[in-house]
């Protein structure tokens, strides 16, 4: 984790040309913004923490499932309904009031993945959407299966 | 009972997200690749299944429970086939979501257009 910490730092930090660009974003930003919108990623990710709750116990009582498959069905019903608002182009202009209450939960993962496929869809389809596709989200499966593996091992063997 | 607590879990989580973005220079994409990171880690200790138990379907929609989907499927292939089951076994949980995201993120991008 401190290697990835490491890495986005120097990301970041050659990204930061001015000094006085970012005084100047420090001014224009209050700082009651900050709880304001913490508290609106709470509300509406806990609002989506609920619904899939709700979803839960609709797919156990009603098609009789495991509850593992339940969760699973879940997670993959946020996926699509996240590609599908996105392409809608609903899904940003929820975003921008929202914020990581979208984010956070699995629709965030489908968001990201379609619009950088639609963004580049014009350049064709081999150089378009088969090479941008995983533009973004190739960190998260990156990552994902690195340490999946390391700790993986430290799971059975505990 | 349960719905309250995946509500303040899932609350919970988003809330921190928003906080770390907002005091760092993070994109969402950074903070997506970090909670899978830390979902890797709850699972290896085995803390996610107790999240799970307690808090329902509130742990089970971010994006922490891909990391655990990863690891689970790792080690339960582990027991099985020994250390070549690691690999044969990152995907087999997690498999189905990253399928359905990129079959479903394809068709989207085939239907719509953007808008601007």
Redesign the interface.
């Known amino acids: 984790?401190l290697f990835?910490y490491k890495t986005?730092k120097k990301e970041?930090n050659n990204n930061?040309n001015n000094i006085e660009y970012d005084e100047i974003i420090k001014e224009n930003i209050g700082k009651d913004?900050?709880f304001k919108?913490?508290?609106?990623?709470?509300?509406?990710?806990?609002?989506?923490?609920?619904f899939?709750?709700?979803?839960?116990d609709f797919f156990v009582n009603y098609y009789k499932i495991n509850i593992n498959d339940a969760?699973?069905y879940?997670?993959?019903f946020?996926?699509?309904v996240g590609?599908?608002l996105?392409?809608?182009?609903v899904f940003d202009k929820v975003l921008s009031i929202c914020?990581?209450?979208l984010?956070?939960?699995?629709t965030?993962?489908?968001n990201?993945?379609?619009s950088s496929?639609?963004?580049n869809?014009s350049e064709g389809f081999v150089k378009g959407?088969g090479a941008n596709?995983f533009k973004?989200?190739g960190?998260?499966?990156l990552?994902?299966?690195v340490?999946?593996?390391?700790?993986?091992?430290?799971?059975?063997i505990? | 009972m349960?719905?309250i607590s995946?509500?303040?879990?899932?609350?919970?989580?988003?809330?921190i997200?928003?906080?770390i973005?907002?005091?760092t220079?993070?994109t969402?994409?950074?903070?997506?690749?970090?909670?899978?990171?830390i979902g890797?880690?709850l699972?290896?200790?085995?803390i996610y299944d107790k999240l799970?138990l307690k808090f329902?379907?509130?742990a089970?929609?971010?994006?922490m429970?891909?990391?655990h989907?990863?690891?689970?499927?790792?080690?339960k292939m582990?027991?099985k086939y020994g250390f070549i089951g690691?690999?044969k076994?990152?995907?087999e949980?997690?498999g189905?979501?990253?399928s359905?995201?990129?079959v479903?993120?394809?068709i989207?991008?085939l239907?719509?257009?953007?808008?601007h």
């Open positions: 984790m990835l986005l970041n930061m913004n900050i919108n913490v508290f609106i990623a709470f509300f509406t990710g806990g609002l989506m923490g609920l899939a709750q709700l979803l839960t969760y699973f879940t997670f993959c946020f996926i699509i590609s599908i996105t392409g809608a182009g914020k990581c209450g984010i956070v939960p699995s965030g993962f489908a990201t993945m379609t496929a639609m963004d869809k959407i596709i973004l989200t960190s998260i499966i990552y994902g299966v340490f999946g593996i390391i700790f993986g091992f430290i799971r059975s505990i | 349960k719905l995946a509500f303040i879990f899932c609350g919970f989580v988003c809330g997200s928003q906080y973005i907002e005091k220079k993070f969402p994409g950074h903070m997506n690749t970090l909670l899978v990171v890797c880690f699972s290896g200790f085995k799970i329902g379907a509130g089970t929609c971010p994006i429970n891909f990391g989907l990863l690891v689970t499927g790792a080690s582990y027991d690691l690999f076994g990152i995907l949980n997690a189905g979501g990253i359905i995201a990129i479903s993120s394809f989207i991008a239907i719509f257009k953007i808008k």
